[in-house]
């Protein structure tokens, strides 16, 4: 069975561009969650989404959104990229919505804004 | 304070050695706790999660304990495979049931041949 995937794998962005990320879920998983890693650092929570509905939305600006879309697959939009912005982007997927089902995380984007 | 707070490291420990990693955590409500391990440039990946009583897994052990909010992973007889950063986990919203993790700085670890 195919895991979570994202893509793009890599994505090079200058200050101001506007980059959209996007992740498939494992077949069956109705939850999607969006983390932001900066090298160095752990994983920081952006959004949950469920049901096509946001869920959880972690301490991030407005120029990050996101969506779900009927097959529970998901975008994440940054707009006006800074160079703060650059760090690999995480996609996790689980069955349902909840700390007790466990997460699982695609490959990544990694994002460089120059 | 952050919320979840970890050594980085790293750890470097000779094959065999066992090595411990503590980690602690601010919010005394939060009521579920793993350990993730990362490899360089990969995705976390659930290493295990941590009960109340312990919890082993083969070679790891997991501890919690709530009243000093702090949690441990021990890792016996040491492999070359076991090189990677460990992340501490607690979840951030239990009365909400979001599936907000917060995860640690991570933990380093180096195991020497």
């Known amino acids: 069975d195919a895991g979570v995937t994202q893509s793009p794998t890599h994505l090079i962005k200058t200050r101001g561009q506007q980059v959209t990320l996007r992740c498939s879920p494992i077949?069956?998983?109705?939850?999607v969650s969006w983390y932001q890693q900066v090298l160095g650092q752990g994983p920081q929570f952006i959004f949950q989404y469920y049901e096509k509905e946001e869920r959880g939305r972690g301490n991030f600006p407005d120029r990050f959104s996101a969506r779900q879309f009927p097959n529970y697959s998901s975008e994440l939009n940054v707009n006006a990229l800074l160079l703060g912005d650059s760090a690999l982007y995480l996609c996790?997927?689980?069955?349902?919505?909840?700390?007790?089902?466990?997460?699982?995380f695609g490959n990544g984007t990694r994002l460089t804004v120059t | 304070r952050k919320e979840v707070e970890q050594d980085p490291g790293p750890f470097n420990v000779p094959e065999g050695a066992t090595v411990a990693f503590n980690c602690t955590y601010s919010?005394?409500?939060?009521?579920?706790f793993f350990w993730y391990r990362q490899d360089c440039r990969k995705e976390p990946k659930l290493l295990m999660s941590?009960?109340?009583s312990g919890n082993e897994d083969g070679r790891f052990t997991a501890q919690l304990n709530r009243a000093s909010q702090y949690i441990s992973l021990l890792i016996r007889d040491s492999k070359l495979s076991d090189s990677a950063t460990y992340l501490c986990?607690?979840?951030?919203?239990?009365?909400?049931?979001?599936?907000?993790?917060?995860f640690g700085q991570g933990t380093t670890l180096q195991v020497k041949p």
């Open positions: 077949s069956g998983h109705k939850s």
């Open positions: 919010n005394s409500a939060s009521q579920s």
């Open positions: 941590v009960y109340s």
């Open positions: 986990v607690v979840n951030a919203l239990p009365s909400s049931n979001t599936g907000k993790l917060i």
């Open positions: 996790a997927s689980s069955l349902v919505m909840g700390v007790l089902s466990p997460l699982h």
